[in-house]
């Protein structure tokens, strides 16, 4: 099951080190709080792994969203503008062009119905793990 002991060894692996925040910090427990109540817990009986992946993957996203700089530091906000965490991107690009080229793309269905929370998830790579891991159950039978 997935805990903070866990959430602190993956957000280690991430490159998030102490000195951009320290294991004490309760920005870390907000980011896995939030991460383990939006994670469908019938994962869990699926594969614990998964489910752990997909609550570490979660957190992480959260935590380049929400969590706050320590004294000095930038990280998390050089995080935010990288990944354009505060800007509004209301969908995904189906096509472009201009007067000499054009190019398109097939978007997959799952994108007609992705939320506002989903398309702050994909800006980032903890966020599409998230989401693919969350995709891979597929439908919740008798869940909207």
Excluded: C
């Excluded at 965490?85 to 000499?100: K, Q, R, T």
């Excluded at 998230?130 to 597929?138: D, E, F, T, V």
């Amino acid at each position: 099951m997935a805990d903070k002991s866990g959430f602190i060894a993956f957000i280690r692996a991430a490159g998030i080190t102490t000195t951009y925040l320290p294991d004490a910090s309760t920005d870390i427990d907000t980011a896995l709080s939030i991460a383990t109540e939006i994670v469908y817990q019938g994962l869990e009986a699926i594969s614990s792994v998964m489910h752990d992946q997909a609550v570490y993957n979660l957190g992480v996203s959260n935590l380049i969203e929400f969590a706050n700089d320590q004294a000095g530091q930038t990280f998390f906000a050089d995080q935010r503008k990288l990944y354009n965490i505060n800007g509004l991107v209301p969908g995904v690009i189906a096509s472009a062009s201009d007067e000499g080229t054009s190019q398109s793309m097939t978007n997959p269905d799952f994108f007609k119905n992705l939320t506002m929370a989903d398309l702050q998830y994909i800006k980032n790579p903890w966020g599409r793990a998230y989401l693919s891991i969350a995709q891979r159950i597929g439908t919740v039978w008798g869940m909207s």
